[in-house]
């Protein structure tokens, strides 16, 4: 059984496939190394994160486990370019995991160098952040040619509207057991059933957990 596959038609009328472009981008940049995870999409509850890669397998299909890596589907009509930089930042800290790199610090939050080095390493673009360390994201120049070549320059043609609030109805609280993150910059507050690295798309600021 494959992973989740998600598709949807792009701004051109063609189709945009996570798996496949996940698979392209193994491929190209990892020579296959990586192992595959479950790319999947879903909503980021309001706090405006582009993505996360989850620390352990939390995903079983036909008894073989696999980590996550999420879109958040409020924001998936950014540019394809931009996308592409999400997919491969996540892709980097998937990497990491695999080889035993500890990539990040202060409980998940600071990218050290040596994220950096495995993302420049696979196509990425790297600066650094005053407080949060290096994960200022973009595409290197020659992945920008090789997404625009191989993927198309079409934007997906869809995103998940923001919620605007509760649903009415007289069911009981189900009992909290998320983990709480806060963004440091705008106090946006996020909440995960597991231990994620979330980015805030508004701010650029990685949550901390509460």
């Not at 625009?148 to 997906?156: F, H, P």
């Not at 998940?160 to 509760?166: D, H, I, K, N």
Request: charged share 25%; hydrophobic share 30%; glycine share 10%.
């Amino acid at each position: 059984m494959q992973p989740v596959q998600s598709t949807y038609k792009t701004k051109g009328g063609k189709h945009y496939e996570d798996r496949k472009n996940h698979s392209k981008i193994n491929e190209h940049f990892y020579d296959n190394e990586l192992t595959r995870p479950a790319i999947t999409v879903s909503p980021d509850g309001g706090c405006g994160a582009y993505g996360w890669c989850s620390i352990n397998e939390i995903w079983n299909a036909s008894g073989e486990k696999y980590r996550e890596i999420n879109l958040c589907a409020e924001y998936l009509d950014r540019p394809i370019f931009e996308l592409a930089a999400t997919l491969i930042h996540e892709m980097a800290h998937l990497y990491n995991l695999v080889h035993d790199i500890q990539d990040v610090s202060n409980n998940g939050y600071y990218h050290n160098m040596k994220f950096k080095a495995t993302a420049e390493a696979h196509g990425l673009h790297i600066e650094k952040h005053q407080k949060y360390g290096w994960t200022v994201t973009t595409l290197a120049p020659e992945t920008g040619a090789w997404i625009r070549e191989t993927i198309g320059e079409a934007g997906i043609n869809a995103s998940r509207l923001q919620e605007l609030g509760t649903t009415k109805g007289g069911s009981k609280k189900s009992k909290n057991r998320s983990i709480k993150y806060v963004c440091p910059c705008c106090g946006t507050i996020i909440r995960a059933t597991r231990e994620v690295n979330v980015i805030c798309g508004d701010c650029g600021e990685p949550f901390e957990q509460a």
